[in-house]
Antibody, heavy 123, light 111 residues
Framework: QVQLQESGPGLVKPSQTLSLTCTVSGGSINSGGYYWSWIRQHPGKGLEWIGNIYYSGSTYYNPSLKSRLTISIDTSKNRFSLKVSSVTAADTAVYYC???????????????WGQGTLVTVSS | QSALTQPASVSGSPGQSITISCTGTSSDVGSYNLVSWYQQHPGKAPKLMIYEVSKRPSGISNRFSGSKSGNTASLTISGLQAEDEADYYCCSYAGSSTFDVFGTGTKVTVL
């Protein structure tokens, strides 16, 4: 059973960089067919896809956030990370990591999710 | 990249059927049979209910079904039960430049 766990600071100051890590257990991050994804949910709002990374290092970003995003992968530690620069209060949200299943070039659905972590941007 | 449009709320009595719509464009829902649906209870992570428009993951009740016509996908919950009360989100693949786009979300209330 694949499990994902987010970790990182729960409080970030405005203009600083938000950094989160997602550790994967029960399966290898270094296998094809899956995109390792970040999704966020503003308080009381809907889900927003942030971006993802393939085991090869290829990344795909939400165009509206792209200029501030960096997603990286560490296959040796079976984890991937998110950095959002120049944060504002609008970046306050619950951040989820998830596995997007795209086996055989199809699917594209999120089959495993982390529990989510609340990140608050405040001075 | 605009969010897919869902009704804000849908309600039904126990045992009834309800349908949630998810309207996108010819660039996302209309172009790919890659719509998925997620159920989210308060304070919990979303849970996959339907993928590839109409497929159910193992362990998901057959009371949940999905379909698509043109730029609109739908999730139907039949035999509505109290535990179905939750928020539901659709999501569509939208090509390699945009990748994924979620719906605005629908709150399902069991009366």
């Amino acid at each position: 059973q694949v499990q994902l766990q987010e970790s990182g600071p729960g409080l970030v100051k405005p203009s600083q960089t938000l950094s989160l890590t997602c550790t994967v257990s029960g399966g290898s991050i270094n296998s094809g067919g899956y995109y390792w994804s970040w999704i966020r949910q503003h308080p009381g709002k809907g889900l927003e896809w942030i971006g993802n990374i393939y085991y090869s290092g290829s990344t795909y970003y939400n165009p509206s956030l792209k200029s501030r995003l960096t997603i990286s992968i560490d296959t040796s530690k079976n984890r991937f990370s998110l950095k959002v620069s120049s944060v504002t209060a609008a970046d306050t949200a619950v951040y989820y990591c998830a596995r997007e299943n795209a086996l055989y070039g199809s699917g594209y659905y999120f089959d495993y999710w982390g529990q989510g972590t609340l990140v608050t941007v405040s001075s | 990249q605009s969010a897919l449009t869902q009704p804000a709320s849908v309600s039904g009595s126990p045992g009834q059927s309800i349908t949630i719509s998810c309207t996108g464009t010819s660039s996302d829902v209309g172009s790919y049979n890659l719509v998925s649906w997620y159920q989210q209870h308060p304070g919990k992570a979303p849970k996959l209910m339907i993928y590839e428009v109409s497929k159910r993951p193992s362990g998901i009740s057959n009371r949940f079904s999905g379909s698509k016509s043109g730029n609109t996908a739908s999730l139907t919950i039949s035999g509505l039960q109290a535990e179905d009360e939750a928020d539901y989100y659709c999501c569509s693949y939208a090509g390699s430049s945009t990748f994924d786009v979620f719906g605005t979300g629908t709150k399902v209330t069991v009366l």
